[in-house]
């Protein structure tokens, strides 16, 4: 059975930075696409960044040039590195393998002054 438990979320100033984890069990995340996705209070979920198998890693238009996604294979974690945050990064964030359908149950990023 794969587990995903996010941590790291909390309240941050805008232009501030905050890593999230993702602590896998169940599965290898060298061995899956993992990816990071958001939801704004009424919005649609959206994909932040995913990291491949092979380490390749994509990221959302909206955080191009801030965000980092990265992984751990010995301690079987993907981070998100969040830099120069905006108010408009605020939601839950959640840590994700889509190809097996399994999601963790997220953590709350507030950008606020």
């Known amino acids: 059975q794969v587990r995903l438990v996010e941590s790291g979320g909390g309240l941050v100033q805008p232009g501030g930075s905050l890593r999230l984890s993702c602590a896998a069990s169940g599965i290898r995340v060298s061995a899956a696409t993992v990816g990071w996705y958001r939801q704004a209070p009424g919005k649609q979920r959206e994909l932040v960044a995913t990291?491949?198998?092979?380490?390749?890693?994509t990221y959302g238009n909206s955080v191009k040039g801030r965000f980092t996604i990265s992984r751990d294979d010995d301690n079987n974690l993907v981070f998100l590195q969040m830099n120069t945050v905006e108010p408009e990064d605020t939601g839950v964030y959640y840590c994700?393998?889509?190809?097996?359908?399994?999601w963790g149950y997220g953590t709350q990023v507030t950008v606020s002054s």
């Open positions: 994700a393998i889509p190809g097996r359908g399994s």
């Open positions: 990291i491949s198998r092979f380490a390749y890693t």
